[in-house]
């Protein structure tokens, strides 16, 4: 006999999907509240999943009783559990920063459209968080990138069709490369099912049977879960994506759309190959590279850049190269580096985003930066999310940034062969971080009311106008301190639910 | 190694036919040929599927004329996985063609090199 809470995955992903058609017939209102409601239950789920698994231990729920090999499986375990809640938590903080925004950019008829998307978004990143079946893995990554084209192109204009389109190209060429691994490996091994595929893949190693299908399989695995993350070079599609896009819709793809996908690799590393073959493949070596250019390369793209919401996207590609930066260094420390970094930046991002909203509606909706000099008076609130966020993408202590900057280099001086690079890349990338957020900073605090006065659009906003946004960055910010200040048990559990893993 | 690719050479011509249609999606400019890339990439690991899936003298999977030896049919998984497959390419193929539609009508043309100059000269 199950116990009930073991239920609680499937259940999520049915709820997700029966209140996305159910959208479809709903006012955008209502819509707005089903949404909401449903990221609060799914949350509410995975939170008690975590603290039952903290007890209980992880399990394997077999679909409609079919046992192993042939039926479908979904897995629930501590660090499953913690994502999903994590997710469902920075998930509503977005939507309800962008809620106003959303109002204005899309139209009335289309707004339960866009719950309708945004629940089958979170119904695809709880599936992938959760499945324990790399085939309906594949599935799951296929509507995932169908509702993140959606939510780029509910904002109807040249720029944002255009973003979708190259964001569709991209990701496709990602998913046909993943496709193709799952394939290959699924004619090695013969299964579909994590646990089942690694137990076979443990016996190709240890008879040296099928070595180099085995690599290109693991190959074309990482490598399409790598574009569809955004990893340098593969950013091309980032900043139209995020920048253009109405802003709820830049916070969910900058913090959860990526990191779902860079939570299935790291499940598809340490559950399907296993980490020992991953590691002694040397793949690692390659996506280190490319994680170490990332983050240079991201951070000089956004240090040219004027625009600010196209800046936060660059900065983007930094980040994403440090979670990858920490998954190649090929050590537990550097994978519970990168699995707090992907908490760390979720967080951050999302906030900035949201922020940098706030700044430019203060400005007469302008990005550019000469005209948000002095934004950060004219709309307090967003002024101090900015700042705060600008602290953590540096690294000042108090803030979640500085944790995930500290163990990426204790986790770099325990591999010998890594460190020197790692942590001249991390120094370079902390100082660029700290010219490009400073820089904002500063200029949104630099004084000069005096010289917007009585021009068209450049307003000061209150906070009684804006209750439901000055809550969320509040809510935001709070939550990177939390983050920043209590990393403790959090690495803890992240550190349980690695060896769950295994 | 050469005689693995002998005995092989079907599933590698369907890689190969697998990078053909990647490169087309990822370098071609014009979209619709871009989309034909996309579906001959799919195709191509639909064949991969369909070749691992069968068994030399073996039926499809249907029960005729009472014949039910699992021994006689072919594997049936690859084939559910290519059914599969073919649902997600249509509607992602769906998907990109109406955004297509949506481009053309707005730049009255399909090269999206084009389409990007454009934007930027329209400074939005």
Same mark, same amino acid.
């Given at each position: ?13 049915? +709820? ?67 994502m999903?809640?994590f997710f469902c938590?920075i998930m509503?903080?977005s939507m ?11 139209? *009335? ?8 998307l945004v629940n089958l978004m979170l119904c695809s990143l709880i599936a992938l968080v959760?499945?324990? *079946? ?6 799951f990554v296929e509507i995932n990138t169908i509702s993140a084209c959606g939510l780029i ?10 973003a979708a389109?190259?964001y569709m190209?991209m990701s496709?060429?990602g998913s ?10 699924? *004619?090695?091994?013969?299964?579909? +099912? ?20 085995? +690599? ?9 879960l790598a574009i569809k993350s955004a990893l340098?070079?593969f950013h091309?599609w980032l900043?139209?994506a995020y920048?253009?896009s109405?802003?709820s819709s830049a916070a969910i793809l900058s913090s959860l759309v990526s990191k779902g996908y860079i939570f299935l690799l ?40 004027? *625009? ?5 996207s660059?900065?983007s590609v930094?980040q994403i190269?440090?979670i ?18 992907i908490?760390?930046h979720a967080?951050?991002k999302s906030?900035?985003f949201?922020?940098?909203?706030? +700044?430019?509606?203060?400005? $007469? ?49 325990? $591999? ?87 | 190694? &050469?005689? &693995?690719?002998?005995? &092989? ?11 053909? !249609? ?8 014009? #979209? ?24 030399? !003298? ?8 009472? =014949? ?6 072919? &594997?049936?998984?690859?084939? !559910? ?17 109406? #955004? ?13 090199? =084009? ?6 000269? =329209?400074?939005?």
């Amino acid at each position: 006999m199950r116990d009930f809470v073991q239920n609680f995955p499937l259940f999520s992903i049915i +709820l997700c999907l029966i209140s996305s058609s159910a959208s479809s017939l709903l006012k955008g209102k209502a819509a707005k509240w089903v949404n909401t409601v449903l990221i609060c239950v799914v949350g509410a789920m995975s939170l008690t999943l975590t603290f039952y698994c903290l007890g209980h231990g992880s399990f394997t729920y077999t679909m409609g009783h079919v046992p192993a090999p042939w039926g479908n499986e979904v897995r629930g375990g501590v660090l499953e559990g913690a994502m999903a809640t994590f997710f469902c938590l920075i998930m509503l903080l977005s939507m309800s920063g962008g809620r106003k925004k959303l109002l204005e950019e899309v139209e *009335d008829t289309k707004q339960n459209l866009y719950y309708i998307l945004v629940n089958l978004m979170l119904c695809s990143l709880i599936a992938l968080v959760y499945t324990n *079946d790399l085939f309906t893995a594949y599935v799951f990554v296929e509507i995932n990138t169908i509702s993140a084209c959606g939510l780029i192109m509910i904002r109807q204009n040249g720029r944002t069709i255009e973003a979708a389109v190259r964001y569709m190209i991209m990701s496709l060429l990602g998913s046909g490369l993943f496709l193709v691994g799952v394939c290959i490996l699924y *004619d090695l091994t013969g299964h579909l +099912l994590m646990s089942n595929i690694k137990e076979s893949v443990q016996t190709l190693v240890a008879t040296g049977q099928y070595s180099e299908p085995l +690599l290109i399989s693991m190959a074309f695995m990482i490598m399409g879960l790598a574009i569809k993350s955004a990893l340098f070079p593969f950013h091309a599609w980032l900043p139209d994506a995020y920048g253009y896009s109405t802003i709820s819709s830049a916070a969910i793809l900058s913090s959860l759309v990526s990191k779902g996908y860079i939570f299935l690799l790291i499940k598809i590393i340490y559950r399907v190959i296993g980490f020992e073959v991953v590691h002694d493949s040397l793949l690692l070596n390659v996506t280190f590279v490319f994680a170490g250019l990332g983050i240079i390369f991201g951070s000089i793209s956004a240090m040219r850049e004027d *625009d600010i919401r196209r800046m936060v996207s660059f900065s983007s590609v930094a980040q994403i190269g440090y979670i990858y930066l920490g998954i190649s260094l090929g050590t537990r420390a550097g994978m519970v580096a990168a699995v707090f970094q992907i908490l760390s930046h979720a967080a951050t991002k999302s906030m900035l985003f949201i922020s940098a909203i706030g +700044l430019t509606d203060a400005s $007469n909706t302008s990005r550019k930066f000469k005209d948000l000099t002095g934004s950060a008076y004219r709309n307090k609130i967003a002024g101090m999310g900015f700042a705060a966020g600008s602290l953590s993408m540096v690294g000042i202590p108090l803030f979640s940034g500085f944790i995930s900057k500290l163990l990426f280099m204790q986790a770099a001086v325990a $591999n010998y062969g890594k460190m020197l690079p790692t942590m001249i890349v991390l120094a370079i990338s902390t100082i660029l971080n700290a010219i490009y957020f400073m820089r904002t900073v500063v200029r949104i605090y630099s004084p000069e009311r005096d010289l917007y006065k009585g021009r068209e659009g450049f307003k000061v906003i209150h906070t009684r106008e804006q209750i439901e946004y000055t809550c969320t960055v509040i809510l935001f910010i709070a939550l990177n301190v939390a983050l920043g200040l209590c990393s403790e048990p959090i690495l803890e559990l992240i550190g349980t639910g690695l060896d769950m893993f295994s | 190694m &050469n005689t &693995n690719l002998l005995n &092989n050479y079907a599933e590698a011509v369907s890689l190969i036919i697998f990078a053909i !249609g990647f490169t087309n999606l990822l370098l071609h400019k014009n #979209l619709i040929k871009k989309i034909i890339g996309l579906n001959i990439m799919d195709t191509a690991v639909y064949l991969f599927l369909a070749l691992k899936g069968y068994i030399k !003298g073996h039926v499809a999977p249907i029960v005729i004329g009472g =014949e039910l030896q699992p021994d006689s049919y072919i &594997n049936p998984i690859p084939s !559910g996985l290519v059914l599969t497959g073919i649902v997600v390419s249509v509607s992602v193929t769906a998907l990109m063609l109406s #955004l297509t539609i949506r481009l053309y009508k707005r730049y009255h043309t399909l090269d999206l090199d =084009e389409i990007s100059l454009r934007l930027k000269k =329209e400074g939005l």
